[in-house]
Each structure stands twice: as C-alpha cells, then as structure tokens.
C-alpha cells in the first residue's frame, strides 16, 4: 500500500467517525429492538442510516467511486503521450495495442480479442471499447486523460472492439 493510499485511508476512517459522532450525537447509544439505534435526545422511531453511512465511508476508504483515475502512471514507456493503449493483464502488463485520437470503430486481432484487462486514454478525446465486434454489444467508455489498472470483473476480458473518436 502506498503512502498516499494509507493517508486517504485514515481521513476516510476520521471522517467515518465524524459521522457516527454526528448520527449518534455522543457515546452514548442504547440499542432498540428491531435492531434500531438511538442516541440520546432522538425520537424512538426515528430511523438512523447508520448502514447507509457505513456503506459511504467503506467506498471512500477503498478508493472513492469506480472512477478511473487520471492518466499519470501506466505505463509510458508502451503507451507514449497521445496514444490510447489496452493491455492484456492488470497494472498496465501484456501490450495489447494502441491507437491515436480520432480513429474510428476497429476490430482487435484475434489474439487480442477478449483478453484486456487495463487501458489507458492519454488523449484529449474519449474512446470507447466494445464487448463484440463492429461496436457491438455492451460499450464502455475510456474518458480522456484517464486510465483504469484493472478493469471491473464484469468487464474484464470482453473488448473485442474500439474506437478513439469518441465515447460511447
């Protein structure tokens, strides 16, 4: 874990414990049946989201949102600026290929059909990936200026076709 991973952890965490401190108002919680909180001063029906509210600081802790993230790491030494590159493994591993902005719809070579992992868009326009060939199928776009190390298991080794003129 890097360093800057383990600093956004523990604001993630501080702001965790913000907010029970704000729902729950003190220490001081009694449990009702059903399985209800309440803090002193709260009506007993009133429901806390205290599920909803973990649920937010879990995916701030893990990393915010699936957004992919700017495009600075990659892999610069494959994909040089201007370029956008899909990769077979994650964390930029296996060149599968690039393309520059402006490039209509393509297939991948059979090699490289189904096997992309991560991407990177080092480019001002977005680009879009297909799950079947001729743009078939479900489409995900690859913003400009991002890239994304390991694409969501749902998606992963799907991209049978592209194209770096614009998203979907």
């Known amino acids: 874990m890097s360093v800057g991973s383990r600093s956004a952890r523990r604001d993630a965490l501080k702001f965790i414990d913000r907010l ?3 729902t729950y108002g003190s220490a001081h919680a009694s449990r009702l049946s059903g399985g209800r909180v309440r803090a002193a001063g709260r009506e007993e029906g009133e429901r806390v989201g205290v599920k909803k ?3 937010a600081g879990a995916v701030i802790a893990a990393g915010g949102l699936a ?3 700017a495009a ?4 610069p030494s494959l994909c ?4 956008v590159c ?4 994650n964390s930029w591993v296996g060149f599968l290929g690039s393309r ?3 490039g209509g719809l393509a297939n991948v070579s059979a090699s490289a059909n189904d096997h992309m992992d991560s991407w990177e868009n080092r480019t001002n326009t977005n680009a879009a990936w297909y799950y079947d060939h001729d743009g078939g199928g479900h489409c995900r776009t690859m913003a400009k200026l991002t890239e994304d190390d390991n694409v ?3 998606n992963s080794d799907e991209l049978s076709s592209w194209r770096t003129d614009r998203g979907c």
Do not use: E, H, K, T
């Open 20 to 22: 029970r401190s704000a």
């Open 53 to 55: 509210l973990l649920l």
């Open 67 to 69: 957004f992919p993230a």
């Open 72 to 75: 600075s790491a990659g892999n």
């Open 80 to 83: 040089g600026s201007d370029l």
């Open 86 to 89: 899909i990769y077979d493994g």
């Open 100 to 102: 520059g902005p402006g």
């Open 152 to 154: 969501n298991v749902l």
